[in-house]
């Protein structure tokens, strides 16, 4: 399982940010998928669940109506959409198979001014 994740940066608060998450290793298409945030001495936190055909969305309660998860089973990709950002949005955001135990490298978001 290899999950890379980019698309990561700087932007300033009420910024927008899309993530993608490319992934191979796996049958994409049947597993459901997940992004995940660790900020600076923080546990790890799930942020946004998609299931295997795209039909369902869950999110967290501090990004629900500003983040939108999506997925593109042709091309083996998940992305997250993050719009509005505030500066408590800050970490480093992995992407994750749903039961799989393989983690990527992340993307650092940072939103300050």
């Known amino acids: 399982v290899q999950l890379v994740e980019s698309g990561g940066g700087l932007v300033q608060p009420g910024g927008s940010l899309r993530l993608s998450c490319a992934a191979s290793g796996f049958t994409f298409s049947s597993n459901a998928m997940s992004w995940y945030r660790q900020a600076p001495g923080k546990e790890r936190e799930l942020v946004a669940y998609?299931?295997?055909?795209?039909?369902?969305?869950t999110y967290a309660d501090s990004v629900k109506g500003r983040f939108t998860i999506s997925r593109d089973n042709a091309k083996n990709m998940v992305y997250l959409q993050m719009n509005s950002l505030k500066p408590v949005d800050t970490a480093v955001y992995y992407c994750?198979?749903?039961?799989?135990?393989?983690w990527g490298q992340g993307t650092q978001v940072t939103v300050s001014s």
């Open positions: 994750k198979q749903v039961g799989g135990r393989s």
């Open positions: 998609i299931t295997s055909t795209g039909g369902r969305t």
